[in-house]
T-cell receptor
Framework: GAVVSQHPSWVICKSGTSVKIECRSL??????MFWYRQFPKQSLMLMAT?????????EQGVEKDKFLINHASLTLSTLTVTSAHPEDSSFYIC?????????????FGSGTRLTVV | SQKIEQNSEALNIQEGKTATLTCNYT??????LQWYRQDPGRGPVFLLL?????KEKRKERLKVTFDTTLKQSLFHITASQPADSATYLC??????????FGIGTKLQVIP
């Protein structure tokens, strides 16, 4: 079945630095990828929708200059948290789909636990 | 705005019984609805998808119903096992639309 690989699985960084998270579709081409953030005991909150070769669409309240998304190929999307601060500490998860969700479903990565100290 | 409600934050059930989880949505008409399982510290895992023209879908011990008039989906796990303990998320969506999740129902199956 479809597999999405997300790296790193966890990262600790100093406040003010940037962190890049990668999301790869291993056995299918992902036309669309999604980035979510999840705080403890809360639901997955969609941050942005990433389409290959075009600019990401950000959800209301998500700072596009802080959370840089690049979807340069059909198998790779990256999320860069720039100038990270402790309040950015969270669980970040990507998902991908090869086409319309009703035909392919959505496959999720295993998530990245970001801790900003 | 679109809203998804799942029946309760936590559901405890005895092993062997059928667990029934509810998902209600408002302010949109999804073409399909998905159910996922999420374990602590992990990404969601896809379980089942049911389309708007389907009333019921089954997969092994899982059954999902979809009532577009009531704007509700029910998710059943029969013969529940402790290994079924997890948080279950419903996600109505359509085509390439973004997938929005409810907060989920935490199921605890007691041996």
């Amino acid at each position: 079945g479809a597999v999405v690989s997300q790296h790193p699985s966890w990262v600790i960084c100093k406040s003010g630095t940037s962190v890049k998270i990668e999301c790869r579709s291993l056995d299918f081409q992902a036309t669309t990828m999604f980035w979510y953030r999840q705080f403890p005991k809360q639901s997955l909150m969609l941050m942005a929708t990433s389409n290959e070769g075009s600019k990401a669409t950000y959800e209301q309240g998500v700072e596009k200059d802080k959370f840089l998304i690049n979807h340069a190929s059909l198998t790779l999307s990256t999320l860069t948290v720039t100038s990270a601060h402790p309040e950015d500490s969270s669980f970040y998860i990507c998902s991908a789909t090869a086409g319309p969700g009703q035909n392919y479903g959505y496959t999720f990565g295993s998530g990245t636990r970001l801790t900003v100290v | 705005s679109q809203k998804i409600e799942q029946n309760s934050e936590a559901l405890n059930i005895q092993e062997g019984k059928t667990a029934t989880l509810t998902c209600n949505y408002t302010n949109y008409s999804p073409a399909y609805l998905q159910w996922y399982r999420q374990d602590p510290g992990r990404g969601p895992v896809f379980l089942l998808l049911i389309r708007e023209n389907e009333k019921e879908k089954r997969k092994e011990r899982l059954k999902v119903t979809f009532d577009t008039t009531l704007k509700q989906s029910l998710f059943h796990i029969t013969a529940s096992q402790p290994a079924d303990s997890a948080t279950y998320l419903c996600a109505p969506a359509g085509g390439y639309q973004k997938v929005t999740f409810g907060i989920g129902t935490k199921l605890q199956v007691i041996p």
